[in-house]
């Protein structure tokens, strides 16, 4: 049994089956499904059809649309096993997006958040497994594919000016393998970040060069001042 139901109102008057939103665990922002129920409705009310399997973006997640029995459409997400399957819930995707917004507007750059896609491209290094510190850095880019994101270590003995040592990835899978990464990913070009770990992550932020205080109270200066 989903923990919690939540069902668009006003697409069945437009001729348009609601939209269901199935969470697994009790959401854990108030009101964070609104956005998605209200994309849903406006959409509809200008006109859109919604169509099972069609695939939807929701910042830099992709979520897939299907047929539910009680004739409305269920909404899916990727899981983030590696394996890629869809399952109706969109617990993950919803929070993944709302932490990527608050990671923004806790540097000022709320403005200039710009979200990825899960099959876009970033170029990682090849000791990322091993790293303790990581090194992330956005470029701008005019390729459909390319995320713009350089993700690296800091070991001084590793040129990453040698693309022996680098390779491309998806950041979907990076996001699998390295969970709190995908946190950072919203940042706009021009934008690195030095992610602190293993365990407690800690991150300090550049934007055009400039090292960027986290506001007082905002998302990044509560993750950084958590203890161990």
Same mark, same amino acid.
């Given at each position: 049994? @989903?923990?919690?139901?939540f069902?668009t *109102?006003?697409?069945? %008057?437009?001729?348009h $089956?609601?939209?269901?939103?199935?969470?697994?665990?009790? $959401?854990p922002?108030?009101?964070?499904e609104r956005?998605?129920l209200?994309? &849903?409705?406006?959409?509809v009310?200008?006109g859109?059809? &919604?169509? $099972?399997?069609q695939?939807?973006? =929701?910042?830099?997640a992709t979520l897939?649309?299907a047929? /539910?029995?009680?004739?409305? !459409?269920?909404?899916?997400? %990727?899981?983030?096993?590696g394996?890629?399957? &869809?399952?109706?819930s +969109? #617990?993950?995707?919803?929070?993944?997006v709302?932490?990527?917004?608050?990671?923004a507007?806790?540097?000022?750059l709320a403005? *200039?958040?710009?979200? @990825?896609r899960?099959?876009?491209l970033?170029t990682v290094c090849k000791? =990322?497994? *091993?790293?303790?510190?990581?090194v992330?850095a956005r /470029?701008?880019?005019t390729?459909?594919g390319d995320s713009?994101?350089?993700i690296?270590?800091?070991?001084?003995?590793?040129?990453?000016? #040698? *693309?022996?040592?680098?390779? $491309?990835?998806?950041?979907?899978?990076?996001?699998?393998? &390295?969970?709190?990464l995908?946190?950072f !990913?919203?940042l @706009?070009?021009?934008?690195?970040?030095?992610v =602190?770990g @293993?365990?407690?992550? %800690?991150?300090? +932020?550049r934007?055009d060069g400039?090292l960027?205080e986290?506001r007082?109270?905002?998302?990044l200066?509560? !993750?950084?001042s958590l203890? #161990?």
């Amino acid at each position: 049994m @989903p923990a919690a139901t939540f069902r668009t *109102k006003g697409c069945t %008057r437009h001729g348009h $089956p609601e939209v269901t939103l199935q969470f697994t665990k009790e $959401p854990p922002v108030l009101g964070i499904e609104r956005p998605l129920l209200q994309f &849903f409705e406006g959409s509809v009310a200008k006109g859109v059809k &919604f169509e $099972p399997g069609q695939l939807v973006q =929701l910042g830099w997640a992709t979520l897939k649309l299907a047929a /539910r029995s009680d004739g409305t !459409l269920g909404v899916l997400e %990727r899981t983030m096993d590696g394996l890629g399957n &869809f399952v109706e819930s +969109v #617990d993950s995707s919803l929070m993944q997006v709302w932490v990527q917004r608050e990671i923004a507007g806790s540097v000022g750059l709320a403005e *200039k958040v710009s979200f @990825p896609r899960h099959e876009q491209l970033a170029t990682v290094c090849k000791r =990322l497994t *091993k790293a303790d510190i990581v090194v992330m850095a956005r /470029r701008e880019t005019t390729e459909p594919g390319d995320s713009g994101w350089f993700i690296g270590c800091t070991d001084q003995d590793h040129d990453h000016a #040698d *693309k022996a040592n680098l390779e $491309p990835a998806q950041l979907y899978g990076v996001c699998c393998r &390295f969970p709190p990464l995908m946190q950072f !990913l919203a940042l @706009p070009p021009l934008s690195e970040v030095m992610v =602190l770990g @293993p365990g407690r992550v %800690r991150a300090q +932020v550049r934007y055009d060069g400039k090292l960027v205080e986290p506001r007082a109270g905002s998302y990044l200066e509560q !993750l950084n001042s958590l203890k #161990d």
